[in-house]
Structure formats: C-alpha cells, structure tokens
C-alpha cells in the first residue's frame, strides 16, 4: 500500500508565505510525477504545479513566479514553496503521485493524499 502525507498548511496573510510538503510511504518500487493540485469551495480540483521524476517542472499561469515545486528523490518527498500569497489561492491543496507499487510493477498507480488547509485573509 501507498501513502502521501501532507504537512505545512494553514492560515497566512496576503503577501506571506508557506511551505507544504508530501511524503510518499509504504510499498513503493518507483515514482514517478508528483504534484500539487488544490479545490476551492464550489470549484473543480485544479493542477498548481507538478515536477517529473527528472525535475522538469510545470505551473499554472495563476501561479508562475510565486509558487516553485521541489522533490527530494532520497526522501520520496515534494515541496511546494508559495510565496506572495493572494486570498484568491485559498484552497485545499492535494498531493499527487504517479507511483508504481512493489505489489503490482506493470502499473503506474494514481495516489492522493489527504489535503492540507491554505486560507489567506486579505
């Protein structure tokens, strides 16, 4: 089994920053994409940034210049660092992994986590 747990939200002011990570754990053979997609109250689920397992990085427009995706490979870890937070990235923000198990090697698994809190009051 695979787990991502996620850490480091919470209530900031605009202009403030936050760092958020996820952990990925349990039977894992290799992992590949990860990234961070977040869901604000009554909208869909959105991707904020995603990262290859070659560090090759992605963003949404909304975000470029203020967000930046990181990973640590040793660690199965991803980070996303925001910076010049606006009340309009309030959301809660969801960890993926695009992880292939050790129980099933011929296919690459779709894993979230359980989503971290980001309010920012203006």
């Known amino acids: 089994q695979v787990q991502l747990v996620e850490s480091g939200g919470g209530l900031v002011q605009a202009g403030g920053s936050l760092r958020l990570s996820c952990a990925a754990s349990?039977?894992?053979?290799?992992?590949?994409?990860m990234g961070w997609y977040r869901q604000a109250p009554g909208k869909q689920r959105e991707l904020v940034a995603d990262?290859?397992?070659?560090?090759?990085?992605n963003y949404a427009d909304s975000v470029k210049g203020r967000f930046t995706i990181s990973r640590d490979n040793a660690k199965n870890t991803v980070y996303l660092q925001m910076n010049s937070l606006k009340p309009s990235d309030t959301a809660v923000y969801y960890c993926?992994?695009?992880?292939?198990?050790?129980?099933?090697?011929?296919?690459?698994?779709?894993?979230w986590g359980q989503g971290t809190q980001v309010t920012v009051s203006s």
């Open positions: 349990g039977s894992i053979f290799s992992i590949n994409g």
């Open positions: 993926n992994g695009k992880i292939v198990s050790n129980r099933n090697i011929l296919i690459v698994g779709d894993y």
């Open positions: 990262i290859t397992s070659g560090g090759s990085t």
